[in-house]
């Protein structure tokens, strides 16, 4: 079993659709990062939170540590969010451990 | 541009021959990482760097594989006598620890395919 999981691995949708991408882990962490991979490799980071809930723009990141969950919403989604979504948990040594990713498209 | 820089983009070599990547960190960032990508993988945690020392090394990385950091700038990674399990995106990131910041900052990455 993966220390990170992620659901669900792909996601349709049209244009204006609320998106949720959940994640959940088993080991403890120090903080949660969500991340954005476009076709070609290239990754931005998102978010990166150790509790709570955090918000830019379009996208709101939630992290719930006692049930070791976190939740990644975009609302009123577009075609640019297109991507794909990891999310990555950083562990007491610093380096990140990494689901593999829900690939998302969204349809005009 | 600032940010993470990583030499080549692509890269096809023989099996049996020898790579090296360079990743340019941003500036006065003292976290250096090195990650692997397999296709419809998420990254894997390969080594990383707090200035020039080396502070951990993942169990992926066989003997065939060396990064450096020699002046706690740059950092190479070098691959010998590749396999073509080798092919994959290679990753790097920095970061400036510095009593809690911990964000990652990711460059474009280095495709390698060995044929």
């Known amino acids: 079993k993966n220390e990170v999981e992620q659901s669900p691995q792909n996601l349709t949708a049209q244009e204006g659709e609320f998106i949720t991408i959940n994640c959940s882990y088993s080991?403890?962490?120090?903080?949660l990062h969500w991340l954005q991979q476009h076709p070609g490799g290239g990754i931005v980071s998102l978010f990166m939170?150790?509790?709570g809930k955090k918000k830019h723009g379009r996208l709101i990141a939630t992290i719930n540590i006692q049930e070791k969950h976190s939740s990644l919403h975009i609302t009123a989604s577009h075609p640019r969010d297109s991507a794909v979504y990891i999310c990555?948990?950083?562990?007491?040594?610093?380096?990140?451990?990494f689901g593999t990713g829900t690939r998302l498209q969204v349809f005009p | 541009d600032t940010g993470v820089s990583q030499d080549p983009r692509h890269k096809i070599t023989k099996r049996g021959q020898n790579v090296t990547f360079r990743c340019d960190p941003i500036s006065e960032h003292n976290r250096l990482y090195w990650y692997r990508q397999t296709l419809g993988q998420g990254p894997e945690f390969l080594t990383y760097f707090q200035n020039e020392a080396q502070l951990e090394k993942s169990r992926l990385l066989s003997d065939r594989f060396s990064a450096e950091r020699p002046k706690g700038s740059f950092s190479t990674l070098e691959i010998q006598r590749t396999e073509q399990g080798d092919s994959a995106m290679y990753l790097c990131?920095?970061?400036?620890?510095?009593?809690?910041?911990?964000?990652?900052?990711f460059g474009p990455g280095t495709r390698l395919t060995v044929t």
């Open positions: 990555a948990v950083r562990i007491n040594t610093d380096k990140l451990i």
């Open positions: 990131a920095s970061s400036l620890e510095r009593g809690g910041s911990y964000e990652q900052y």
């Open positions: 939170l150790s509790s």
């Open positions: 080991v403890g962490i120090s903080a």
